[in-house]
Each structure stands twice: as structure tokens, then as C-alpha cells.
């Protein structure tokens, strides 16, 4: 079904796909879809992966035997299409009376013969050879480079002392923001601490009021931890951690959920985090740890985050475990979010309602409404619960909500991420979802009776993709035409096998040959600007870096590019015209080098005036294309506007997306 093409991503979509393979039976569609989660393909797209990975799950396994195709065997007894007997359902028409039943599909497409026989010795798993010694395990490891030095201590004592004496020390766990922000902001920690070998960091201990997380679990952890836990605990005690559970299925991608921990994700801060609203409405218990001062216990209320990533924590103080609690039987708890596609992206507005009732009514004994997005900070929408409290969780009730909503968490029109109007009607919407999933909830309880109009009970599910179905269709050529003849056949990817076993070549795979160098580009920050200097001489005197290269070395005939008209430059020269243009290369010994340098050349500009950047800007100071103006003329325009039985509808439309310019 051609489920690669550029092939890039294959190797990943494979290794998630026999992972999933190797640690679990019986597999569901849901479980590739998790597996899946973190492996974004941008050419081939998922329908053409997934219909050769349904051939593993139960779903396909029991359609195939429904549909008469093959049989299986249980309890001793031979099933095909649900007949013990072995005997097809479509009788005489069945497949296999037909006369062409060993000219199937399948020996156009591959040779059979050419596969190895399964051996499982040959399995690829983790090296044992790596695991003949626990000794770097144990130990407490320092890493020294030439601008971070990188801790893994075994012990707390050791990581409040170096907390102590390193204020500033970046406690990593998965490394999944902190490696984005050296890598892609350039940021630099001198100092950084790895605790997952500290055992009071990454234990679950079970006390009578929840459960008490160590600030270093990863998520997955946390995950199959709190699935045991609602399997065995009354439903009640438990809807807690199904919403943390239930959020937790749209957190980033499963790659992610194994390594990142959640003590990272509240002591980051971002004001869009899928997990924090969920926290701050339940205002979970955050007990910190200093060398200095000792124990001390915050709640992740409305005081904790303190600006824009930024909260009460002390700079020597660290996140040592965060205690999540059950609910109670009177309480309820939801969470939504809401982003541009619903796995591994980040959130647009994330919402989460805490709400606990008076007993055995629909009185409103206490709720807390959080929201992501809304604001530099997570957001506690305090006012609103506040006047909620008391009342009944009814219409009346809803429609004060919204006034609420509207009125607590105002968006300036110039706020980061854009589509303000979009983001404040999510609000309400995602509360809309949780007061039906809620009313919903209590009637299934016996709490309380409410009659919610059929047309909005399906708002309080969640979306839920299905699985693709698709044919593909071809003829059974065989030897009716040249084996060259390329019509009519389904022809393979020619690099498919190369791709699906690893081995084919990208530029990253190409070993790096003896003296070979690295070239960086010199990028322009300005968009419409005039060169007035570029000195390169601090990046040039930079160890490792061999040299400089602009305009300056090049005629201005060997500075000219372009596909047919070479009217555009290689190097900038006197002018840029677009933000990142190339001014220059640096060449060094290695990329990290070439790249560190490359920002190093120091550019001087002056700015052109007056700035264009729209229409309306053009028009003003009369800047047009050499073509204008230019006119595609078809009918009688004037003889259409005159004639009053055409209806007129006038409107504006603006896109900021450009094809061409």
C-alpha cells in the first residue's frame, strides 16, 4: 500500500510498531494509535501505515474470519467466518473455489520465497553485552564540557547541595524543554542536575488521602500507575486520576510521556500546559526541600505561579514530590483541551473543572474552574467559583457562568498566540462540555436526576477518531505483458525495503571524512534594511573556525543565481530584502562551532524606508511591479453591475499567507 516515501520517518513508525509488539498482547487499534502518537510522517501520510499495521491488532484478525478469508483456532476447534467446521459461509462461491486461487494479489506484489524464516534468535532487542555491569549505574556520574557541567547524583543530600551552591542549576529529568531551549533559543546552563537516581524523587507512595508523586516520575509511570489503582479503588475515590489518566492520552506523544516527568512540567510554567489547569483545580499539596530551610509545603493555588514562568519555589529549593488526592463521592472532576490537531500538539485552551456537591443534591458545595491559555500564567478563574458556590448546577447556573468567564479572563487583542475571540468562546465551550459530562455523571450515579435535552448530550463526548478503511486496486497482470511494462502493475517503492530495515542513507548517516569542514550561514534579521558593515573578526578568531566568506569574495557575475534569470544574489551585497537572507558562511571544524560563530559576525544596518507591509502601504507610497498596471478582462463587468436583478454582497477578505509575491 506504499506506506513510505521519503522514508525518513519509517525506521521510527517500524521500531514504535514492534515495541508495541514485543510489550503487549491482544492489540487493539487503540494501542497503535498511542504507539503512533509521537511519529509524525509529513509525505507519506498515516492511511497506507496504518492498513499494513492492522494485520496485528484483534480488530482485523476478527473481521478476516468474519469475512471468510482465514480461520482460527479455539479450544481445539478450527473457526472460519463462525463456523466450527472449517466451512465457509459463501458455500460454493467461496475464494477458494475460485479458479484463479493461486493467482492472488500477493505473488504480484512480493516474493514470499525471499523472506527469511522467523528465528528469534535474531530479535532486536537492547544489546545484552551493555548490561553485563550496573557499575555506572550506581555511581554518582559528572560530566564536564567545555560551558556545562551535567550531574547524576544518587542521593537527595547531594542534589540540595549542589542546589545550594549552584542556584541557577537546571534540574532535568526528559530533557524535553530545556533541550529545546538550548538547542533552538541557544540557551546555556552552566549546571545541570539528573535525579532519576534519587529514590525519594521517583516513588509513588499510596497514603490514606491519594497518592504522593516524586517529582521526577515520568508521566508513563504515572499513567500505568493510576490505571492500577482505578481498576481496584471504588470509582468514586478515583475520578481524580481517570481525569489525569484521560489527559494524559493527548500529553505530547508516548516517546515523550516515557521520559518527561511531571515535576518538570509544573516547575516550567507554561501557561499552556496540558497538566497544570488539572492541578490547580484540585490544589494539589507541592512539598519543596532545601538544604537551608529545610521542608515546606505550598498549594498550587492562585499564589503559586508568580509571572509568566515563574512561581513561589526559591531558587535553592526543589520540587521533591507533588500529592495528588482521591475524590470523594460527591465530587467530580473534568478536564478538556483544545488544540489544532488532537495528538502531540500543544494546546490553544486547556480547561479543568473541580466541582464538589452538597450530599446527595445538585447544590453547588465548592468548584474551581482553571484554564490554560488565557493568560500569561495558568489561570484560576476565582471570582467565578466563588459566585458559583451555593448555587445549582443547572442552565441558570451555566448562563452565570459564561457571564463569568467573559468578564474574569479578558484576552488583549494583541495577545501572544492569536485568536483571541476563538480562545475566550473555548471558555465556555469546554465548560459547557464538562457541566453536560457532569450532569450526565450524577444521573448515572443516583445523585441527582437531571433532564438534559437530547440534542446536546452528545457534547459531553469526547471525539473519537475511526479506523481507516480503504481499497487499493490494480490488475492481476502476470504474463500477459513484458515484465518492463510498468502499466497496470502495483509496482513497490523502489527504497521501501531500505527504509523499513534502517538502512538507507541520509546525510546525518554519511560518516564524516578526514579534514572535512562545516559550513553555517550568516542569516540576515532584518527584512528591508541597507548593509553598512559585516565584520567577522570575533568569529573568526574563535578556535576552529577556518574562514569567512561574503560578497566580497566573489565577482559580482559569480554572485548572481537563479533558475533561469539569475537576477538575485548568493551573498547580500549592499541591501537585504527578505529576513534571513544569506550575507556570508562561516566555515569550521564541526557544525557546533560553524554555528556559534555564524552569530558571532557582527552586521550593521540602516533601515529603508518608508516599510511596506501592506496594500493599503503600497498604494500610499506608490510602490508597484514594473507590470502594473495589469488587467485579465472577460464579459461585460459594467452590463453585470447594472442590471438590478443580481444580488451585490460586499466584504472584505484579507489572507497572510503568500504563494508567491
Not at 480488530?59 to 466450527?84: H, L, M, P, Y
Not at 473534568?334 to 489544532?340: C, G, P, S, V, W
Not at 562545516?518 to 565584520?535: E, G, P, R
Request: charged fraction near 20%.
Amino acid at each position: 500500500a506504499h506506506g513510505s516515501q521519503c522514508g525518513f520517518c519509517t525506521p521510527g513508525i517500524v521500531m514504535s510498531m514492534y515495541a508495541l509488539l514485543r510489550t503487549k498482547k491482544n492489540i487493539k487499534y487503540s494501542d497503535i494509535e498511542v504507539a503512533f502518537q509521537g511519529n509524525l510522517c509529513r509525505c507519506t501520510g498515516y492511511r497506507a501505515i496504518i492498513e499494513g499495521y492492522k494485520t496485528f491488532i484483534e480488530e482485523w484478525e476478527t473481521q478476516q474470519v468474519a469475512n471468510g478469508v482465514k480461520s482460527i483456532t479455539i479450544n481445539g476447534n478450527r473457526i472460519t467466518n463462525g463456523n466450527q467446521n472449517g466451512v465457509c459461509a459463501m458455500g460454493k462461491d467461496c475464494c477458494k473455489n475460485n479458479k484463479f486461487e493461486d493467482k492472488n494479489e500477493s505473488q504480484y506484489i512480493f516474493d514470499k520465497s525471499s523472506f527469511l524464516p522467523y528465528d528469534s534468535s535474531q530479535e532486536p532487542i537492547f544489546p545484552p553485552e551493555l548490561k553485563l555491569s550496573s557499575v555506572f549505574d550506581e555511581e554518582y556520574l559528572i560530566y564536564k564540557g567545555t560551558n556545562i557541567t551535567w550531574h547524576r547524583p544518587l542521593e537527595l543530600s547531594t542534589v540540595l547541595s549542589l542546589k545550594s551552591k549552584h542556584p541557577d542549576a537546571k534540574i532535568v529529568v526528559g530533557n524535553t524543554e530545556l533541550g529545546v531551549e538550548m538547542k533552538f533559543r541557544r540557551c546555556t546552563y552552566p549546571v545541570i542536575i539528573m535525579p532519576n537516581c534519587v529514590p525519594e524523587m521517583n516513588s509513588i507512595i499510596e497514603t490514606d488521602s491519594g497518592l504522593t508523586i516524586g517529582a521526577s516520575v515520568s508521566l508513563m509511570e504515572i499513567e500505568n500507575t493510576f490505571r492500577k489503582y482505578i481498576q481496584t479503588l471504588p470509582y468514586y475515590k478515583t475520578r481524580t486520576l481517570i481525569t489525569i489518566v484521560d489527559m494524559l492520552n493527548w500529553f505530547a506523544g508516548k516517546q515523550i510521556r516515557n521520559v518527561a516527568a511531571i515535576g518538570g512540567n509544573i516547575m516550567t510554567g507554561s501557561p499552556i500546559s496540558d497538566m497544570n489547569p488539572i492541578l490547580l483545580a484540585l490544589k494539589v499539596k507541592l512539598n519543596l526541600l532545601s538544604k537551608e530551610n529545610g521542608h515546606r509545603s505550598v498549594l498550587m493555588d492562585e499564589s503559586f505561579f508568580t509571572g509568566y514562568r515563574k512561581n513561589v519555589v526559591q531558587p535553592n529549593e526543589i520540587l521533591l514530590s507533588i500529592e495528588i488526592p482521591f475524590s470523594s463521592k460527591f465530587q467530580y472532576v473534568k478536564a478538556y483541551k483544545q488544540a489544532k490537531r488532537r495528538e502531540d500538539d500543544i494546546s490553544i485552551v486547556t480547561a479543568a473543572i473541580n466541582v464538589i456537591f452538597e450530599e446527595h443534591t445538585n447544590i453547588i458545595k465548592m468548584i474551581n474552574l482553571a484554564f490554560g491559555g488565557m493568560a500569561p500564567v495558568t489561570k484560576i478563574a476565582t471570582n467565578t467559583g466563588l459566585s458559583l458556590s451555593g448555587g445549582k448546577w443547572d442552565e441558570i447556573m451555566l448562563e452565570k457562568a459564561f457571564s463569568m468567564l467573559i468578564e474574569e479572563l479578558p484576552l488583549s487583542p494583541s495577545a501572544p498566540g492569536g485568536n483571541v475571540q476563538f480562545r475566550r468562546a473555548l471558555t465556555m465551550s469546554l465548560f459547557f462540555k464538562a457541566y453536560l459530562a457532569i450532569a450526565q455523571e450524577m444521573t448515572k450515579d443516583c445523585f441527582y436526576k437531571f433532564t438534559i435535552d437530547p440534542y446536546f448530550q452528545s457534547g459531553a463526548k469526547q471525539f473519537h477518531g475511526k479506523m481507516p478503511k480503504s481499497s487499493q486496486y490494480f490488475e492481476l497482470i502476470g504474463d500477459k505483458q513484458i515484465k518492463s511494462d510498468a502499466v497496470g502493475r502495483p509496482i513497490q517503492h523502489m527504497s521501501a525495503f531500505k527504509q523499513v530495515t534502517g538502512e538507507a542513507i541520509y546525510c546525518d548517516d554519511i560518516p564524516t571524512a578526514e579534514g572535512e569542514l562545516y559550513l553555517a550561514f550568516v542569516l540576515s534579521t532584518k527584512a528591508h534594511a541597507k548593509l553598512l558593515s559585516v565584520d567577522p573578526t570575533k568569529a573568526l578568531a574563535v578556535p576552529g573556525v577556518v574562514a569567512f566568506y561574503s560578497a566580497k569574495d566573489l565577482t559580482s557575475e559569480q554572485n548572481e543565481i537563479g533558475p533561469i534569470f539569475h537576477d538575485e544574489e548568493l551573498f547580500a551585497s549592499k541591501k537585504v530584502v527578505s529576513q534571513g537572507q544569506t550575507i556570508g558562511v562561516i566555515v569550521a571544524q564541526d557544525q557546533a562551532t560553524a554555528q556559534n560563530a555564524a552569530r558571532m559576525v557582527k552586521i550593521e544596518y540602516e533601515e529603508i524606508q518608508p516599510i511596506i507591509v501592506t496594500m493599503e502601504d503600497a498604494i500610499k507610497h506608490n510602490s508597484f511591479y514594473p507590470q502594473y498596471p495589469k488587467t485579465i478582462k472577460r464579459g461585460d463587468v459594467n452590463s453585470v453591475f447594472a442590471d438590478n436583478n443580481n444580488i451585490f454582497i460586499e466584504g472584505e477578505c484579507r489572507m497572510g499567507g503568500q504563494e508567491h509575491f
